[in-house]
């Protein structure tokens, strides 16, 4: 007996978790709206930059700040085993596209009008709308000072969300002031809460002296009324910061852009000025985050450029998706194909190939049976598969030089009527037969 040594199936290996296959079912869906982002960025006059995935720790500690969720808890850093240099995953792609612009002194041409997409990593709790790698699309303005820019960054989210067809997707906005406006009003903060120590939990004691701000970003309920109770920003802004936001609530509303003033909107990342934006949206019943940006004035020189004053945005593209998914649902999960080949095995094989060929050179998309198995079964495939077709190669029709094509999809009641239909036709006249059978269904 060998009961001790009983045969084991290989150990089965699986992702990291959080971090998601797209799978083919999702294509359709990710490929819509990609689409609509090129296009989008297309018609306002951006410009699409790849930077690496991988950058040097320091690039995020110093642009994203030492006192922030990213930099504290979520960044992805490792010692390169072979040379010893820090290096971190992107949380984000903010920082890269502006060590870029640096390095290869893109605004020495004037100001420019980038935009980027791909996936970034940040160490957090997976959960709905929440991953490890997860992928975000922005665009970001160098270069421009006034709230032209901010405008011009929040249309192009809008005309996204229509171009998608989103229709439930809210803007929210506020100005952070400048540095020393936002230390003014900071010091305000830490005495409130300070006077009120006992009511803040341990997230917010920790935040007390290094990002106050923050405190306000909490998501603890008991804290709400606190919160709500505490010194505004708004308060502490001088007459250019009234400008710059009163301007860009003017352009928006000329353009018939509605949005809420959120004086609790404060962004996780400490380089924004000026202006704050998140777009809102309901996923599933509850209210996400699918989009946020605003104005990083100091980032440029901050990471040893030039002083030049930028903005732009970030979303969420598993977010956006998940939306639209639950907007049309069906739509996205179609799968296409025009012809299903059904064939009997190895006899045929050699002829299913060549027809299969045939059709693909004349631009109709055909997926051809592998692996055998009854008609029957091949015919249950070939519905699934979406297909408007179905060419058959049986053994005794290719002996006389035939195969047959049957009529798949019964959707509309024509469809319907000739569903159930199915002809002969000439080996020679497949390509002929099939292209006029599409036109019909058109
Ligand atoms: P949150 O407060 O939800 O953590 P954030 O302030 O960290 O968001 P940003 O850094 O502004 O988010 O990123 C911009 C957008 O990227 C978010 O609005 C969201 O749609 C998306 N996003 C951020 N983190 C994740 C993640 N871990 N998984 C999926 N999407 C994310
Ligand atoms: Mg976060």
Not at 351 to 357: K, P, V, W
Request: hydrophobic share 40%.
């Amino acid at each position: 007996m060998s009961a001790d040594h009983p045969r084991r199936a290989a150990e089965r290996l699986n992702g990291v978790r959080g971090m998601n296959d797209v799978l083919p079912v999702d294509e359709a869906l990710w490929q819509r709206f990609e689409d609509a982002v090129a296009d989008a960025m297309r018609a306002y006059g951006y410009r699409r930059i790849r930077t690496p995935i991988v950058e040097h720790t320091r690039l995020f500690v110093r642009s994203i700040g030492e006192v922030t969720d990213i930099v504290e808890k979520e960044m992805y850093s490792f010692v390169d085993a072979l040379n010893g240099e820090n290096l971190t995953l992107r949380p984000e792609n903010t920082a890269g596209v502006v060590r870029a612009t640096i390095e290869h002194n893109l605004l020495y041409e004037g100001p420019q009008r980038l935009w980027y997409a791909g996936p970034m990593f940040r160490h957090e709790r997976p959960q709905k709308g929440r991953y490890r790698q997860f992928h975000q699309v922005g665009a970001e303005a160098l270069g421009f000072a006034g709230p032209d820019a901010d405008a011009e960054v929040i249309l192009l989210c809008q005309r996204l969300w229509d171009e998608l067809g989103i229709v439930n997707a809210r803007l929210e906005l506020n100005s952070l002031g400048q540095s020393d406006e936002r230390r003014a009003h900071r010091e305000a903060l830490i005495a409130y809460f300070e006077a009120n120590a006992d009511r803040l939990d341990a997230d917010a004691a920790r935040r007390l002296h290094g990002n106050p701000l923050r405190i306000l970003d909490t998501k603890n309920p008991a804290m709400q009324s606190l919160v709500e109770g505490a010194p505004r920003l708004s308060e502490f802004l001088g007459g250019e910061s009234r400008a710059h936001f009163e301007r860009l609530q003017g352009l928006l509303r000329a353009q018939n852009l509605p949005y809420r003033i959120n004086p609790r909107l404060v962004r996780g990342l400490d380089y924004y000025n000026l202006t704050v934006f998140e777009w809102v949206a309901d996923v599933g019943g509850a209210p996400l985050t699918i989009c946020g940006g605003g104005r990083y004035d100091p980032l440029i020189a901050m990471l040893g450029g030039r002083d030049a004053p930028a903005c732009g945005f970030a979303l969420g593209v598993e977010r956006v998706l998940a939306m639209l998914r639950e907007q049309d649902e069906a739509d996205a999960a179609e799968t296409h194909c025009n012809v299903y080949v059904v064939h009997h095995g190895d006899a045929t094989l050699d002829a299913a190939l060549t027809a299969a060929e045939r059709l693909r050179d004349a631009g109709v998309d055909v997926i051809l049976h592998c692996g055998g198995g009854s008609f029957k079964s091949q015919f249950r495939k070939a519905d699934a598969s979406g297909a408007q077709l179905a060419l058959i190669l049986g053994v005794d029709e290719l002996a006389r030089g035939e195969a047959s094509l049957k009529w798949l999809r019964s959707g509309t009641q024509e469809e319907a009527a000739s569903a159930s239909r199915q002809e002969s036709v000439t080996l020679e006249r497949i390509v002929e037969r099939v292209l006029e059978a599409m036109t019909d269904e058109d």
